[in-house]
């Protein structure tokens, strides 16, 4: 399957095609699909993106980075799908200014809701932002009437179980940005979410 092609037909469907929107450009089987990251908004540049044919894009390398970090060797996009990784962005359009617009992330949740019911063995899902964290908890209380991740700051709450059904909950820090470059405590905080996330997958 083409995650592109899919998720275009998902926005024209929804009527929330624009010119800046960035999708995963991967072909994957779905059912080899058990982790989904889901970072809170795609880059300014889409030469910074993830799927970006550039040869060093930003968002790639920053995270290649926090992978080594939770000692994971990846060279490529492909190598985090062979994994049974799925990375993505809860906005598929950059932000306008410093915060999301509400209305953009309600807008946009058809996206994120196919992307979520795309993988039938999925057992993970990290909310990397309070981006990730909003919109996810937006699709979970339409059907739960709760939140699934308490709307508090990521730091007291990371450490602890969260469940959306069968599947686990990470919710940890945004894993692109020029912050994360002097932020080493952070990067060191994600990479052992990851390195957590690594160990679910293998016992389970």
């Not at 999301?100 to 996206?111: C, K, T």
């Given at each position: 399957m083409?995650i592109?092609n899919?998720?275009?037909e998902?926005?024209?469907?929804n ?6 929107m960035q ?5 994957l089987?779905?059912a ?8 809170e ?7 910074d993106w ?10 790639r390398?920053t ?11 990846v060279?490529?996009?492909?190598d985090?799908l062979?994994l049974g ?8 359009t950059p932000?306008?200014g410093?915060?999301?617009d509400?209305a953009v992330i309600?807008?946009?949740?058809p996206?994120?809701e ?6 039938p063995?999925?057992?993970?899902i990290?909310?990397m ?9 937006m ?6 009437k709760k939140?699934v991740?308490?709307?508090?700051p990521?730091?007291g709450?990371r450490?602890n ?6 599947i686990?909950?990470?919710p940890?820090y ?7 470059i002097i932020?080493?405590?952070k990067?060191d905080?994600i990479?052992?979410?990851i390195?957590r996330?690594?160990?679910?997958i293998k016992n389970g």
């Amino acid at each position: 399957m083409n995650i592109k092609n899919h998720l275009t037909e998902i926005a024209s469907q929804n009527g929330i095609i624009s010119d800046s929107m960035q999708f995963p450009d991967c072909e994957l089987d779905p059912a080899k699909i058990k982790v989904i990251m889901i970072n809170e908004v795609v880059p300014r540049n889409p030469d910074d993106w993830f799927y970006s044919e550039t040869p060093d894009p930003e968002n790639r390398r920053t995270a290649f980075g926090l992978f080594e970090g939770a000692g994971v060797s990846v060279k490529s996009m492909r190598d985090v799908l062979d994994l049974g990784i799925y990375i993505t962005a809860a906005l598929k359009t950059p932000k306008a200014g410093y915060t999301a617009d509400p209305a953009v992330i309600r807008a946009q949740l058809p996206l994120l809701e196919a992307e979520l019911t795309l993988f039938p063995n999925l057992k993970e899902i990290m909310l990397m932002g309070d981006v990730a964290k909003k919109a996810f908890n937006m699709i979970t209380k339409a059907r739960t009437k709760k939140n699934v991740i308490p709307s508090k700051p990521t730091g007291g709450i990371r450490g602890n179980e969260y469940y959306w059904g069968d599947i686990r909950v990470f919710p940890t820090y945004i894993m692109t940005g020029k912050n994360l470059i002097i932020e080493k405590g952070k990067c060191d905080t994600i990479s052992d979410d990851i390195r957590r996330m690594m160990e679910v997958i293998k016992n389970g």
